[in-house]
Every structure is written in structure tokens, then in C-alpha cells.
């Protein structure tokens, strides 16, 4: 779950409040490492974003879903892939954390040891986000069409509360699938198929 931080939110140590809106970048980073316990976010309009711990059934699903995105690019070997802790700073200035994510090795080797250490300066080529029972659609899908819009190839809002499957891609209408055993990701990621069963 994420939401904006307010002065009322239980989840928000004493100094944080107040300072919310209009979060730099610098002053991201800064919080990002004095508050490791919480999950942050900023919007590219500097707005700071609080995640939700994950309970179990949002992390076993998760951990599902990034084993088979590890297990296929091991075996295609064209990119890196990236669990749900990796931030990014996308080129909007937001700074994001997908729930799973792709880049591919060229790209990712463009990049220098310290931006791959850091917040990496890029935007995944592929990104995935899994519903969790407290998130609002609403919210998740205007993440995913931000990664498109800063350079994602494809993205896959995944809610199995609905069993429902949205995908996303440059200059498409947005595909629903609903109820699929397997999700394809060609020609994007060829061969990889994302079995959805235990998603459920």
C-alpha cells in the first residue's frame, strides 16, 4: 500500500511532518537512509510517499513473482532483473520502487558504479506492480502509466484480488486479461511466461 504522508498518520516519526511537500531529490536521498525501516517514494512533484509494511500474502506473492522473473533471465541472459527494493530515479525526478522490474544489460552496463549503487538514473525497461489488498487501482495505475511515459517498454499491473491482468505499452491501449493462466511477456522479454496460478 502507499499513500501521501500527513501530519495525522500514525506511520510518521515527529520530524518528518511538515516537511512532505516540495521534497527534493538531495533531501530524499537524505531521509531514504535515516529512515531504512520505512518504504519511501517521492512523486515528481516532490510529494513524499509512505509504503505499508507487506504482509505475508502480499510478500508470497511477490516472492513468486520474482523467482520466475530471476529464473528466466538467468537462462536469456539480455538483462538484470530487480526485486521490489530497488529504487529508481526515473527522469520525471520521481523516485520509484516497482514491485519487480527488468533492464536490459546494455543499458544497465551504460551506467556508471556509482549510479548502479545509488538510485539508478534510468527507468526499467519492463515493470511489474502487484495489488495488494489495501492499494488503490487508481493510484497504481497512474505508476503505471508513468513508467511508460519516462521510458518503460512494457509494464504489468497484476491485481489478483480481481484476477485481472493489465498491460501496459508505449502508445497502446492498455490490455485487460482476465483470469489468465500465463502471461506472455514477448517479444519484450522472449520466452519468458509468467504462470499466474499461485498468484491467486
Not at 527522469?91 to 558504479?113: C, F
Not at 534510468?122 to 497504481?140: G, Y
Not at 482476465?178 to 520466452?191: F, H, I, K, Q, R
Request: contains cysteine; hydrophobic residues 35%; aromatic residues 8%.
Amino acid at each position: 500500500m502507499s499513500h501521501s504522508l500527513t501530519e495525522h498518520d500514525a506511520l510518521i516519526p515527529p520530524d518528518l511532518i511538515g516537511v512532505t511537500r516540495s521534497v527534493t531529490p538531495k533531501q530524499f536521498e537524505r531521509l531514504c537512509r535515516k529512515y531504512r525501516d520505512l518504504r519511501l517514494e517521492l512523486t515528481s512533484t516532490g510529494e513524499l510517499i509512505v509504503m505499508s509494511g507487506t504482509g505475508p500474502e502480499t510478500g508470497r506473492r511477490n516472492a513468486i513473482l520474482t523467482y520466475q522473473l530471476v529464473d528466466w533471465t538467468r537462462k536469456d541472459g539480455t538483462g538484470i532483473c530487480f526485486d521490489s527494493s530497488t529504487m529508481f530515479a526515473l527522469p520525471n525526478e520521481a523516485r520509484r520502487s516497482p514491485d519487480g522490474s527488468w533492464v536490459k544489460r546494455d543499458k544497465w552496463e551504460r551506467l556508471t558504479k556509482p549510479e548502479r549503487e545509488s538510485f539508478s538514473p534510468i527507468c526499467p525497461d519492463f515493470v511489474v506492480e502487484l495489488r495488494s489488498k489495501t492499494d488503490r487501482v487508481s493510484q497504481l495505475r497512474s505508476k503505471m502509466e508513468e513508467y511508460i511515459a519516462n521510458g518503460a517498454a512494457m509494464g504489468w499491473l497484476i491485481d489478483p484480488l480481481t484476477r485481472r491482468v493489465h498491460v501496459y505499452r508505449p502508445d497502446e491501449e492498455v490490455v485487460i486479461l482476465e483470469n489468465p493462466e500465463v502471461v506472455s511477456g514477448d517479444p519484450l522479454l522472449p520466452g519468458f511466461e509468467l504462470r499466474t496460478a499461485e498468484l491467486w
